[in-house]
């Protein structure tokens, strides 16, 4: 095994790909430093003379300044690196598209079709509460009908609590609105019952408007107050809409349309070398294929932003994309807090140095095609190919924004590791080996590998098998633990 990596020739500091003791000799044909101190797997080491204020190199870009003379050997970390990042910027369009090789061949799973076209990984059936006061009454409906089906013919009955839906002004109120209702028309539901209440800001007959055309028998509406008993109504509801799904059927269908939502989380030093790489990879396959993949957290784009500012289809998206980085700059700068905020404690502790650091390892998540669209917060894909969300870099909002877009998956990459799930199933995508055989209840898939023998190629393939495995019905670990929730984002007054 190899016991650094030096990512991009302009890079002035290389990354460890084991932890490393004081003294250790790092050779190769362009190299030989020595080790001034003990330096932690995913932790950097500077490979010449940077001196103070020069910009530190990894990934060919830079990722902070020196604020310290820093010496051949030297641990490249937050003691002696600080960010570049400020406020908004001006940029300019410098289109740098790459061409994707079509696919030789067409690969399929197994699906079900939705009357609208759609197609569904999962046929749930899912109660939507349209305002949290009548969280606690789903639950009971849900008991109701398991009490009276003894093995369920469906994957899995939920209900997506949230404390909104009243008391919201604004923009918050109308994005509760649009997200619930972006669950509702989700492939993922075989059917839904949205529940009110009945004096809440948002009404089911404004609900319904939003809607527009929907499946009047696999959506039910309820309003609890207008009821004498709403458990007994709501679990009659819910019984019409199991037995109509229960007769769903999985039918094989084209990978094409397959939507992928793409999200990291308890990101390492080894993230933008291992896992987001191969999630890369696996966005180009599947946009290849015909399909469509959907990379979000805005604030984690921050300082890698004109990576895909220069990916844009065209002016008009490229204009988008600098709104998406400006907007989100100025929603942090509005509550009187630093666009560089980030990386957390844990991303420090495995590597990674500055907001610059983590963000260029995050993009690479959405490998090298073009982007077609850019989406804002609760909207939903029209066009297929590599769009970008507006969203917010915490692991549930963000999770859920991708749900919502329409997307029937999401690929989660991990060095720390976590548990959580969203609505979709969330695989676990780990950077190293060694959180992949601790948290094998958490973790789905390995891409630590990929600092040993294993190659990229060996590693897509690997993957693609595994993805359409999910989306043909294994389930993934947050499902077995039924470790599933929705969080909606707000920015505003709560009344």
């Known amino acids: ?130 305002v949290g006061c009548v969280n606690a009454t789903a639950d009971l409906m849900v008991n109701r009908l398991k009490e009276s089906v003894e093995n369920l013919e469906i994957d ?31 492939p993922n539901a075989g059917g839904v019952l949205v529940l009110g209440l009945g004096c809440e800001n948002n009404t089911i007959d404004r609900f319904k408007e939003g809607l527009g055309d929907y499946d009047g028998e696999r959506v039910k509406f309820l309003i609890s107050q207008e009821v004498d008993d709403e458990i007994e109504d709501g679990s009659k509801l819910l019984k019409e809409l199991y037995d109509a799904m229960k007769e769903d059927e999985r039918v094989e269908v084209p990978l094409s349309v397959l939507k992928v939502g793409l999200k990291c989380g308890g990101s390492d030093g080894l993230s933008g070398i291992t896992a987001n790489p191969l999630v890369g990879a696996f966005s180009d396959f599947l946009i290849a294929q015909g399909g469509t993949t959907v990379l979000t957290e805005v604030p984690e784009m921050f300082g890698a932003e004109t990576v895909l500012m220069n990916r844009a289809a065209s002016g008009e998206i ?93 690929l989660f990459t991990t060095g720390r590791g976590t548990p959580f799930g969203g609505f979709i199933p969330t695989i676990k995508i780990s950077t190293n080996t060694e959180i992949y055989n601790k948290k094998p209840h958490w973790i789905d898939f390995n891409a630590g590998e990929l600092i040993h023998d294993q190659t990229m190629e060996e590693a897509v393939k690997e993957l693609v098998q595994y993805i359409i495995d999910v989306a043909s019905g294994r389930l993934v670990n947050h499902e077995k633990n039924n470790f599933k929730e929705i969080s909606i984002f707000r920015t505003g007054v709560t009344l």
């Open 318 to 410: 490229f204009n988008a994309t600098v709104s998406l980085i400006n907007d989100f700059k100025s929603y942090y700068l509005k509550y009187d807090q630093p666009v560089y905020e980030n990386p957390s404690p844990g991303n420090k502790k495995g590597g990674i140095s500055s907001l610059e650091d983590k963000s260029l390892g995050c993009v690479q998540k959405g490998g090298s095609a073009t982007v077609v669209d850019v989406l804002k917060y609760s909207g939903r894909i029209v066009k297929k190919g590599l769009n970008l969300l507006s969203a917010p870099g915490n692991d549930l909002v963000a999770t859920t924004a991708l749900g919502a877009t329409g997307c029937q998956m999401v």
């Open 156 to 186: 899995d009955i939920s209900v997506w609590k949230h404390p909104f839906g009243c008391s919201q002004l604004g923009q918050d109120h109308e994005d509760t609105a649009n997200i619930l209702r972006d669950l509702v028309m989700h």
């Open 1 to 130: 095994m190899k016991e650094f990596i030096r990512i991009h020739e302009k890079d002035n500091v290389i990354v460890a790909l084991k932890d490393l003791k004081e003294g250790t000799q790092l050779k190769d044909e362009d190299l030989d430093i020595t080790l001034k101190m003990d330096v932690a797997k995913g932790h950097k080491v500077a490979i010449e003379i940077i001196p103070e204020g020069e910009n530190i190199i990894k990934y060919g870009y830079a990722i902070g300044r020196a604020t310290q003379r820093v010496l051949p050997g030297a641990h490249v970390h937050t003691s002696n690196l600080k960010t570049n990042l400020s406020g908004t910027l001006e940029y300019s369009y410098e289109p740098a598209l790459k061409e994707l090789a079509k696919a030789s061949e067409e690969l399929t799973f197994k699906g079900y079709k939705r009357s609208n076209g759609d197609v569904g990984i999962r046929n749930e059936l899912w109660i939507i509460p349209t």
